[in-house]
């Protein structure tokens, strides 16, 4: 960034303003430019790499609204080496960031269409600026649902904001859960399971899935069930990302790069490499 | 008086039914409703329904003694509640119990049984359906087994 020229290997400083805890596991980071004039805008869908210094860096999907453009949202699930860092850190702290890289969700070529969202555990993340972008252009849409799932009550990510969007009465939210038990009175059973029982016009609905890839394997199913067009179906995909910009090929998914052609991909051009075990 | 014939005809469930083997449905159909909490059948008793859901939802439960009721599935609008009615020994495997006012259809599977047995093709007709109805709830019972959701950082 020295001398004004983007160089999107060198990390930016960021501070660490609030962190919100989701679950017993996931949290979110609120943070910002250490520098008030380094820009934090992002497209839905887009992700950062997270440096802690000393330790290493991590993609992480933006979590937050697109709109606000003071701080930038991560909401990060304890699970390796540099995540366990960053739930050291405290509020005040500084964080590397490289970003933001890759595509977005395809919300502009989606007008019109009825929008079905399919949401597996933390896959809520980066579907959550998606969300908040079309429930700001709400007339712009058909139907939008959002299906989501997750392991248990306590595994559910923002909780608040899936009250405030059931409430609006223009977005049909269907939450979903593996197991529970006492005061839990929502629906349980996969996500998948949802689908055959939603209304929607599969003719013109666009679907944007995230999640572990099991989950999108039966989800993109159930979708083709309906009838949904396969170009018309969209899926955030996950590899051992790097370098974000597609040079040291850590990221690879056959003939694609997802740090840098995703990491939201068409089904239909994906279809022949998606699932398949030696890719 | 207006019959179920009209709903069950539309319903995907019986979609493409040959109209004689729907009539039977249709005479062994009746509306039911539940109101939040009730049980529908408990774990056990004689199976002699199976239920369309037409409204509300009914929770699928296993008691544990140490843990209390246990609820494993849902099912909602549109679903088919209960199998057990159709395999010997006709004992429900498992609770039902309506988390909200639920109002469905029930078929008497006690007749329809006995009508299976005279009828091969209605026969044939229900267990193709309801083969279907349990590769499902195998399918979605193994993906809960594996926790879809737990891989993705």
Known sequence: ?279 | MQTLEPYLTEHPFLKDLEPRLLKILVGCASNVRFNAGQFVFREGEEANNFYIIRHGKISIEIFAAERGSLSIQTIGEGEILGWSWLIPPYRWRFDARAVELTRAIALDGKCLREKCEMDHDLGYELLKRFAHIITQRLETTRLQLIDIYGIRK
């Open chain 1, 1 to 279: 960034m020295e001398h004004g020229i983007f160089n999107p290997m060198y990390p930016t400083q960021f501070r660490i303003c609030r962190v919100k805890k989701e679950t017993h596991d996931t949290s979110t980071f609120e943070i910002e430019p250490e520098n008030s004039a380094q820009s934090t805008s992002f497209a839905a869908g887009q992700f950062n790499m997270l440096y802690v210094f000393g330790v290493g860096e991590v993609p992480i999907s933006i979590s937050g609204n697109p709109a606000k453009k003071k701080r930038l949202l991560h909401t990060i699930r304890k699970a390796g080496m540099v995540t366990n860092a960053i739930y050291k850190l405290k509020t005040g702290d500084i964080l590397g960031v490289r970003g933001p890289f890759g595509n977005h969700w395809p919300l502009e070529n989606s007008i019109g269409n009825d929008i079905v969202i399919a949401a597996g555990g933390i896959g809520l993340a980066p579907l959550r600026p998606a969300l908040y972008q079309l429930v700001s252009q709400r007339e712009k849409y058909g139907k939008i649902i959002l299906l989501y799932g997750a392991k248990s009550p306590q595994d559910l990510l923002y909780k608040q904001e899936l009250a405030h969007w059931r409430n609006r009465f223009d977005v049909e939210v269907k939450v979903t859960v593996d197991s529970a038990s006492g005061s839990w009175d929502g629906s349980i059973g996969v996500v998948t399971a949802l689908i055959p029982h939603t209304h929607f016009d599969p003719l013109r609905t666009t679907a944007m899935i995230c999640g572990p890839e099991v989950m999108m394997h039966y989800t993109i199913k159930e979708l083709l069930k309906r009838n949904v067009a396969p170009e018309n179906i969209f899926l955030s995909m996950e590899r051992n990302m790097k370098c974000g910009i597609g040079l040291c090929g850590h990221c690879q998914f056959g003939p694609t790069f997802v740090c840098k052609d995703g990491p939201v991909f068409r089904y239909d051009r994906i279809h022949t490499i998606f699932g398949k075990r030696e890719i």
